[in-house]
């Protein structure tokens, strides 16, 4: 096998400069989820912590829907996600799961 000519390392490396792959930067900052305003969902929690003292666990995003459990004021619960639009946290506390309005935690 011969080495390749220097002309011929050149060709390759320009073929390889214009290149669609050779256009991304190796130093490019991906975006986080959290910038693009969703929250990550691995290990978070949060605090029951409101004027009333507890707060209503329901089986949907809304305050009509049916109560699981009344949460007392310093209650950890674990954030699954958000719903209806972000003013609903769904959540993990124990065994159960269900939806804490969004000002009702920190």
Do not use: C
């Amino acid at each position: 096998m011969r080495p390749l000519s220097p002309v011929a390392i050149a060709a390759f490396v320009g073929l390889l400069a214009t290149s669609p792959l050779a256009q991304a930067s190796p130093l490019a900052t991906p975006v986080l989820p959290a910038q693009q305003g969703y929250i990550t969902v691995a290990d978070v929690t949060m605090t029951v912590s409101n004027s009333a003292g507890y707060a209503n666990l329901r089986k949907e995003p809304t305050s009509h829907s049916a109560l699981i459990e009344k949460l007392p004021a310093g209650t950890k619960v674990t954030i699954l996600g958000k719903a209806a639009g972000g003013k609903w946290y769904h959540v993990k506390v124990g065994d159960k799961e269900g939806y804490i309005a969004r000002n009702l935690l920190k």
